[in-house]
RNA sequence: GCCGGCGUAGCUCAGUGGUCAGAGCAGGGGACUCAUAAUCCCUGGGUCGCGGGUUCGAUCCCCGCCGCCGGUACCA
């Protein structure tokens, strides 16, 4: 079978601070998981994503710390990609949206958008800030509702009454800023003409049977409404409109949404042009390829909507000329995750609602963490992290489950026969256990391809749990002597087992992979693992650090025999138990941090 | 307000128009000792939110209600 070329496509954390752990669970372990599978099944992957740098929000925090965009920019970039590769998160690339290539891209897709028609200056009438002359988004307007007379309402809507308000209309309207009232000036602006692709993406969106519910329906009822979408903002950070009159101009950016969503095609150049082969990334982006976008599910709309517009109009579609970057294909499925709240509550970094993906990392791991994600995330509906879940589940089922059956089976042939051993004759339950360890790479690798982790981990689990419950009942430890025949056949049908449990639990659990493969006797890749490296910008601009990978070579989704002679060392313990005071310790951080 | 989702054993969740509604964990009892007191077996426990309706029959379909949550795109 020809090996297929699948885009993974990761949503870009945004640069304004560290990532918590509800931004991996909707954005990360999903997508890495995914991709890491596909891979193992032999498929031509090429996952990308980057730090999101632009917008109103990073301005505004480094004009808070007297730093420039830049530089807070730069901080948070390093902060993230450590966070990401630690994580052990497989991208081919992961880059940056402040990169020249990035620039150059946003500009070609703006360009062949707005030769085709789909961008249009209208004049649009906004809040903007006195002191800096910036537009001052919606989220940073406060004031008194016109309706219910609430006096914290946002520029959009009244958190009160729930209305939908008109910035405009807001009594004794603030800057959440600095205070300051803003004035509400008319501008020109370029806005995306979303309507104009409305019956393309009404049939596109039809068409998509095996999505999620919740994206297609969601999906569906923007199409109802959709309105031209300003594009431009009053800023001084972001990228600069292509346009004759507007190009020079210090005042007016690309809004960030607009160059964000680029980011997956412009991630996809810099690979390609990093690999020596400037069209390599082609093969993804043409409709023979398999597209999937993985993000949380506010992200949405973006996906669903936005960029399949963007990537209509440049590609000349519904009407006229694909633009530099040729014809660009639609994401053949959005996966979107829905939210993980904190012991109840919504995450919230400024009230210290929150649990930062470094904390984690630094105090129990990354496996565990990605194990917890993909089993019980929040997949299709939102879901509650809780420490003690956490515990629960790292103890009885990483410790006690799996890595108690690799500890216990490597120790009795470590102890006994110091190889893997050869098998005699199979009995009934030999053949069944074996079967059930090959068996399981078709269900659990369906599971994995659809983005359904919970089901594949789960049922991984199933067979780690099936796999110690034989060696319960076989009692090879009373055979060591007795049955010198007996024990080794049993030893071997277990050690079997190990290495395929091993390789259904690889995406999961990367790290732990390699271990075990080694432990078995392995040599050379076998999960596959990113790396850091600082690269020069490809354009001129100033250097950066990029996650990247060399993931040939990863082992194959399927049962491999085990090798008999190989020798086998005793094992160390894969996982760590967690002590019950782990979760008052976790509770009291929360709680005074 | 509008749109959507959820409400199933103590906890976290799965599930189907029809034999006794399931899993894991927690609880109770037992076996074993290779293994990080890990593993394995047995077991108690549920008006499937409430009230109607459709149907021979609904936890799963429809309506209403209560509760919780999310979205409401110029917040990323």
């Known amino acids: ?131 800096t002359g910036r537009t001052l988004p919606d989220r940073y307007l406060e004031g008194t509702c016109p309706i219910c007379g609430y006096d914290g309402a946002r520029g959009d809507q009244c958190d009160h009454c729930g209305n939908q308000l008109d910035p405009q209309d807001l009594i004794d309207p603030r800057s959440k800023i600095n205070g300051e009232r803003p004035t509400f000036v008319e501008s020109s602006q370029m806005f995306l003409e979303l309507p104009a692709f409305a019956e393309v993406l009404g049939s596109w969106l039809q068409s998509q049977t095996d999505w999620r519910p919740n994206v297609v329906n969601f999906s569906r009822r923007l199409l109802d409404d959709l309105k031209p979408r300003a594009i431009t903002r009053d800023l001084d950070w972001g990228v600069p409109v292509p346009l004759p009159g507007w190009r020079d101009r210090p005042d007016k950016r690309i809004y960030v949404w607009f160059d964000a969503v680029i980011g997956y095609l412009s991630a996809s150049v810099e690979w390609a042009r990093r690999t020596g082969d400037p069209d390599a990334w082609r093969p993804w982006w043409t409709e023979g390829a398999d597209a999937r976008y993985f993000m949380g599910k506010d992200n949405v709309v973006f996906h669903t909507i936005i960029w399949p517009a963007i990537l209509l109009g440049a590609s000349g579609r519904p009407a006229g000329t694909p633009g530099a970057m040729g014809v660009l294909r639609l994401p053949s499925e959005v996966v979107s995750s829905e939210f993980l709240t904190m012991e109840g509550r919504k995450f919230s970094s400024s009230r210290a609602v929150v649990i930062y993906v470094r904390d984690v990392l630094d105090r129990y791991g990354a496996d565990p963490l990605r194990y917890y994600l993909a089993v019980a995330g929040p997949e299709t509906s939102d879901t509650d992290f809780t420490w003690e879940q956490f515990v629960t589940r790292n103890n009885g089922e990483l410790v006690a489950g799996w890595g108690n059956l690799v500890h216990r089976s490597l120790s009795l042939v470590a102890k006994h026969l110091g190889a893997v051993p050869a098998a005699g004759e199979l009995t009934e339950a030999d053949h069944d256990i074996l079967s059930q360890g090959s068996r399981a790479f078709a269900s659990v690798g369906q599971a994995l391809g659809r983005s359904q982790l919970r089901a594949g981990v789960t049922e991984a689990m199933r067979v780690v749990a099936a796999a110690n419950k034989y060696l319960s009942d076989q009692e090879p430890w009373k055979r060591v002597g ?112």
């Not at 304004?16 to 099944?41: C, L």
């Not at 891209?105 to 002191?131: C, H, K």
């Open 1 to 131: 079978m020809p090996r297929r070329h699948i885009f993974t496509a990761v949503a870009w954390p945004y640069a304004n601070g560290p990532r918590h752990i509800g931004h991996i669970a909707g954005f990360g372990v999903p997508s890495d998981v995914f991709a890491r599978y596909q891979r193992m099944a032999g498929e031509r992957v090429l996952m990308v994503s980057g730090t999101d740098e632009h917008g109103t929000p990073i301005q505004v925090q480094a004009d808070s710390e007297g730093i420039t965009a830049a530089e807070l920019a730069d901080r948070y970039n390093r902060v993230i990609v450590r966070d990401l590769h630690d994580l052990g998160m497989s991208y081919d690339l992961f880059t940056r949206t402040t990169t020249r290539n990035h620039y150059a891209i946003v500009q070609e897709m703006f360009t062949a958008l707005w030769d085709n028609g789909y961008i249009v200056e209208r004049p649009q009438r906004s809040a903007i800030s006195p002191s």
């Open 482 to 593: 007795s049955e010198p025949d007996r024990f080794a056949t049993i030893m071997h049908c277990a050690l079997q087992l190990v290495a395929d449990c091993n390789r259904l639990l690889a995406p999961v659990l990367p790290a732990t992979a390699d271990k075990v493969a080694a432990m078995l006797g392995g040599h050379g890749p076998f999960a596959g693992q990113p790396r850091v490296d600082e690269v020069e910008d490809l354009d001129g601009g100033r250097p950066y650090p990029v996650i990247t990978g060399d993931y040939d070579g990863v082992a194959a989704w399927r049962s491999e025999p085990v090798v008999p002679g190989t020798p086998v060392a005793p094992p160390t313990p894969l996982f760590s138990k967690l002590d019950a005071s782990v979760v008052d310790e976790e509770l009291a951080r929360l709680a005074s941090s």
